[in-house]
Structures are given as structure tokens and as C-alpha cells.
């Protein structure tokens, strides 16, 4: 068996050179790459980014928030984000221990693509787009366009994920995030559910994102309720989600609960998740 190669640049233009070479798999946290390797000898060529220092840290400009690649948990915990972010805090609060989130970055958990991914809900209730770079090339796509499916992304091979762009949603913006598991931290979601709202001086919504995550390939936003909610009164809100709007998504039937349980724990994670947003 070939040995598998190695490599731990410092600087962002040689990572990217080694991608454009082709056969590398990307290493940051570690937190899926190992557990997935468990007594097996590491058989791929392994790019390690954890030395590069312009992929770290997370910033706010007027309100719009740019998350490194390897920013981690922990570090979403301890910044200072606009309350629109409680949701996405929450969410790093769960991701395993405190080990793995001193280590796991939420780069790396949108680039693992799992349909119970963590990160993912929050994130697209923000409208967050993820920024691209290749060796000559930068782009950025929504979320909702990177994150195709169960272990699938809209990623090329020579493309590393660098940054997490979130668009600023005002001072009125508050954000929620409910999770369903079989004990409060440690495991694997059944259901999901972010919300990021945003209300205007009378007290009615005028933004709002939604995101049902672990009950479809991919995490969805709920864009029918989205509309819906536009000028609604806060108050008003949670009541108008009903069983209708989650017609899209598709739960299976797994160890941790049934379709059928996992969409009705939806519609209740919905409600719950929009009047905490709202309060």
C-alpha cells in the first residue's frame, strides 16, 4: 500500500497550491476525520490548515460577521456576536464535550455535510454564504448551495472553504435554536430547528430565516413559513407554524426515532424555537 503523504503548510497560497495538485483530503479539527479511522491506518494524503493563522478568527463590520475556517466552538462561545447569533452559540454549546469544542471547527462540520450537522441549521437561518478560494479563484455560494446533501457539498477538490460570511440583521434580531437528542449533550440529533428573526419598531416581524435540520439529506430552510410570517406580530408568530409547512422534508425511520415521531417533534421544535426568538 503507497504511504499516504502529509502536509502541514503555514501559509494560506501554499495550502491552496498542494489542493490544486489534487488527492488531498483537508484537516482541521479532526473531530470526524479521526473518530471515521478508528483502529485503520490513516490511507489518504491529509492537507493539516491548522497552522495557518489568516484562516482563524472571527470578525463583526458593521453588523456582518466573518467566521474563519478554523474558528471552533469554543470560539463561536466566547466572541461577541449581535444577539441574532444566540441560535448559532446554542448550537456550539452541544456539539460534543468541551474537548471537542476547544478542537472541532464549524468550517470543517459544514464541509462534513452530515444531515444532523449542528452548525448547519443556525447558519442557514442567517443567511449565511460560504467563501471559496482555489489557487487564481474566490467565490462565495449561500449555504443552501453548498450543503448538497448527506456528505455532499458544492466544493471542488482544489477549493478550500476559508471563511463563513453572515450578512448583518439589525439590532432588533434575536436568534433560537432547539435540539432533540436522547440526553441533552453528547449525542446525535433526532430533529433540529434554528430561527433568526428580525422585528420592526411596532413589534412585527420583518426577517425571518427557518431551518429544520436531521430530517432531510440536507438541513432545509422553511421558505413558505418564512413568507408567511412577514408582518405578522411577534406575538402571533409560533401559533402560524403548522403541519403543512414542513411538507418538504423527508425523515427516515432510524435507530433514533421514526419519520413519522421525527416530524411531529419538528412542528413542536418550530413553534418552541419562534417564540423564543421572539420574547
Excluded at 462540520?109 to 450537522?117: D, E, F, G, Q, V
Excluded at 443552501?144 to 453572515?166: C, Q, S
Excluded at 441533552?184 to 434554528?194: E, P
Amino acid at each position: 500500500m503507497k504511504a499516504a503523504r502529509y502536509a502541514r503548510p503555514s501559509q494560506l497560497g501554499d495550502a491552496l497550491a498542494i489542493l490544486g495538485a489534487g488527492g488531498f483530503s483537508v484537516l482541521a479539527g479532526g473531530t470526524d476525520f479521526y473518530p471515521a479511522r478508528v483502529g485503520k491506518p490513516v490511507d489518504v494524503d491529509v492537507l493539516d490548515i491548522t497552522c495557518i493563522e489568516e484562516l482563524r478568527g472571527i470578525s463583526v463590520d458593521a453588523g456582518a460577521v466573518r467566521i474563519g475556517a478554523l474558528a471552533t466552538w469554543s470560539d463561536l462561545q466566547d466572541a461577541d456576536l449581535p444577539p441574532v447569533f444566540d441560535g448559532l452559540r446554542a448550537a456550539a454549546r452541544e456539539v460534543g464535550g468541551m474537548q471537542i469544542q476547544n478542537a472541532g471547527t464549524l468550517a470543517g462540520n459544514l464541509c462534513n455535510a452530515s444531515p444532523a450537522a449542528d452548525g448547519v441549521p443556525p447558519l442557514l437561518a442567517l443567511d449565511a454564504d460560504v467563501e471559496l478560494m482555489a489557487s487564481g479563484a474566490t467565490r462565495r455560494l449561500p449555504l443552501r448551495d453548498f450543503v448538497l446533501g448527506n456528505r455532499k457539498t458544492a466544493r471542488a477538490p482544489n477549493e478550500l472553504l476559508v471563511a463563513v460570511h453572515i450578512p448583518a440583521w439589525g439590532a432588533r434580531a434575536r436568534g433560537s435554536f432547539q435540539k432533540l437528542g436522547q440526553r441533552r449533550y453528547l449525542v446525535i440529533s433526532i430533529v433540529m430547528v434554528a430561527a433568526s428573526i428580525g422585528l420592526d419598531a411596532q413589534g412585527r416581524i420583518a426577517r425571518c430565516g427557518l431551518a429544520v435540520g436531521a430530517c432531510s439529506a440536507a438541513a432545509q430552510r422553511l421558505d413558505a413559513l418564512e413568507a408567511s410570517l412577514i408582518g405578522v406580530r411577534a406575538s402571533d408568530a409560533a401559533a402560524m407554524a403548522v403541519s403543512e409547512h414542513l411538507s418538504d422534508l423527508t425523515p427516515i425511520d432510524d435507530v433514533r426515532g421514526s419519520g413519522a415521531y421525527r416530524r411531529d417533534a419538528a412542528l413542536t421544535l418550530l413553534r418552541r424555537a419562534i417564540a423564543q426568538a421572539v420574547a
